[in-house]
């Protein structure tokens, strides 16, 4: 539970806590009530690109990444590796799933929209 990402951190917080956590235990998420294990990450903390959302909601959706709510920023995530899955970039991973802005990562290992 070491690499686990709560999402009401702040993003540097987040990304300190991925790439900290390389290799092993290595920071994760869920989505869809899957493990989803998080390489790589960018921050925008203070930018004009920045969205608003809650915690964990996915905000953004494209070749870049993922950009996901946190408490204090956005986090994009640029590399990952779904359970039982190879590791790969974020925009292979956006290729194949149904991924919908507003979809919420959750600490409760399932993911909720929020409308």
């Known amino acids: 539970e070491d690499g686990r990402i709560n999402w009401d951190e702040p993003a540097i917080k987040i990304n300190n806590l991925i790439r900290g956590c390389m290799g092993w235990p290595g920071a994760f998420t869920y989505y869809k009530g899957r493990r989803l294990k998080i390489y790589k990450a960018k921050t925008l ?22 950009m996901v709510a946190t408490q204090e920023g956005n986090l994009i995530i640029t590399e990952l590796q779904p359970e039982g899955k190879r590791k790969m970039k974020a925009e292979e991973f956006i290729l194949g799933h149904r991924i919908t802005i507003g979809e919420k990562f959750d600490k409760n290992d399932c993911i909720k929209k929020i409308i």
Do not use: A, C, T
């Open 45 to 66: 903390v203070e930018s004009r690109d920045l969205n608003y959302g809650m915690p964990g909601q996915i905000l953004k959706v494209d070749k870049e990444g993922i």
